[in-house]
């Protein structure tokens, strides 16, 4: 069903929605299990996405490394755009203000373009259905939505973060910078949280905490905070929606080609890569 967006009383005083919020993170991170699964750092072969540069490890092993990291993440957006839908489904439930609304779609848009994006790198989503931590109570009462927004961005974040490095350490430095550019559009989803619930200030964080060791930990994280534990009463279905009318900008990422043998960088913008689909 496709969200409307109709005007709602909006109370001023939300500061003390996100009360708590920083700790309830912290503490559900501790709860997600955060394990060193570890992800193989190698190279592989010069086929799409999962073609890595070469470095002297197995080839094969840093194909499957890599899938694997992009597979995460293809979950991991399936499950936020699930979760910004079922928001906008509730925007009357949870007194959202027609400019919060406008950015919970413009969020919920952006999102859906990560998830085609990954798809389009051959990245699958190994969960399409989902529960979250207080269950359809997230979508009613507004302070139990924003611990999960916060809580599920600061994952997203530190899960991009975590790709950024282990890209950098696959020899493909291309990947890790959209690593690095969905970590700042996840970032941008958590102020949006943040203004919401009043907190000040909105933009609280110098550098965002690493959450997780390495990729591989987010779904441990994610399973053990109450993401991917459906059951009846708590289930809520993956559907993709329209990309079109949300003002959102820079649909796919755009890509600085690499240049050797140079410490600085003189490349201009282009619009692919090589190894990347568009």
Do not use: C, W
Request: positive net charge; aromatic residues 6%; proline residues 6%.
């Amino acid at each position: 069903m496709k969200p409307t967006l109709k005007t709602s009383k909006y109370s001023p005083s939300r500061r003390s929605a996100l009360k708590g919020t920083v700790v309830g993170v912290t503490g559900l991170a501790v709860a997600g299990g955060i394990v060193g699964a570890g992800v193989l750092l190698t190279e592989h072969t010069n086929e799409g996405a999962h073609a890595a540069a070469p470095n002297a490890v197995n080839p094969a092993d840093a194909k499957k490394a890599i899938a694997a990291i992009l597979n995460i993440a293809a979950t991991a957006e399936t499950l936020a755009v699930t979760f910004y839908a079922e928001v906008l489904a509730h925007a009357d439930n949870l007194g959202l203000k027609p400019a919060s609304r406008t950015n919970i779609k413009a969020a919920l848009v952006e999102e859906q373009l990560h998830l085609l994006f990954l798809n389009k790198q051959g990245a699958k989503s190994m969960a399409k259905t989902f529960s979250f931590p207080y269950g359809r109570d997230t979508f009613r009462n507004l302070e139990r939505f924003l611990k999960t927004q916060q809580l599920l961005e600061s994952a997203f974040v530190a899960a991009y973060l975590a790709a950024v490095k282990e890209f950098a350490q696959l020899g493909r430095p291309d990947l890790a910078q959209i690593a690095a550019q969905l970590a700042a559009v996840e970032a941008e989803h958590r102020v949006v949280g943040r203004s919401i619930g009043a907190m000040l200030p909105v933009d609280n964080e110098a550098f965002p905490p690493l959450l997780l060791q390495n990729v591989a930990a987010a779904p441990a994280f994610l399973k053990g905070a109450g993401f991917l534990t459906p059951v009846k009463g708590n289930s809520f279905e993956f559907h993709a929606v329209s990309t079109a009318g949300a003002g959102v900008t820079m649909p796919t990422p755009a890509m600085t080609p690499v240049v050797k043998n140079t410490t600085i960088t003189t490349a201009t913008p282009t619009a692919g890569a090589a190894h990347l689909k568009f």
